[in-house]
Nanobody
Framework: VQLQASGGGLVQAGGFLTLSCVVS????????MGWYRQAPDLQRELVAG???????NYVDSVKGRFTISRDNAKKTVYLQMDSLKPEDTAVYYC??????????WGQGTLVTVSS
């Protein structure tokens, strides 16, 4: 599997970004997908997930601000992030949702939110 995340950057608090992750080498449409993030000195956490059928779920800290979506034809999962806060600063990765994840995580994409 190859996971190529992009779309990160530096944004002021209250701003927005849209992340994309292109997945190759697997039958993308059959997998539930998730966006994870890892801030310095913290463990990686799942922030949003979308099932193969499009059912979504979010961690409480991003509910109402982040929206996960997928385009199976493009083998891409997206994360629309609005009303960004400094505490959203992290490296963001995509991978399978759920307890079994691909070993390869890719480089992720860095999101920095300034106050």
């Amino acid at each position: 599997v190859q996971l190529q995340a992009s779309g990160g950057g530096l944004v002021q608090a209250g701003g927005f970004l849209t992340l994309s992750c292109v997945v190759s080498g697997v039958a993308f449409s059959t997998y539930g997908m998730g966006w994870y993030r890892q801030a310095p000195d913290l463990q990686r956490e799942l922030v949003a997930g979308i099932s193969s059928r499009g059912i979504t779920n979010y961690v409480d800290s991003v509910k109402g601000r982040f929206t996960i979506s997928r385009d199976n034809a493009k083998k891409t999962v997206y994360l629309q992030m609005d009303s960004l806060k400094p505490e959203d600063t992290a490296v963001y990765y995509c991978n399978r949702a759920g307890p079994v994840r691909w070993t390869f995580w890719g480089q992720g994409t860095l999101v920095t939110v300034s106050s």
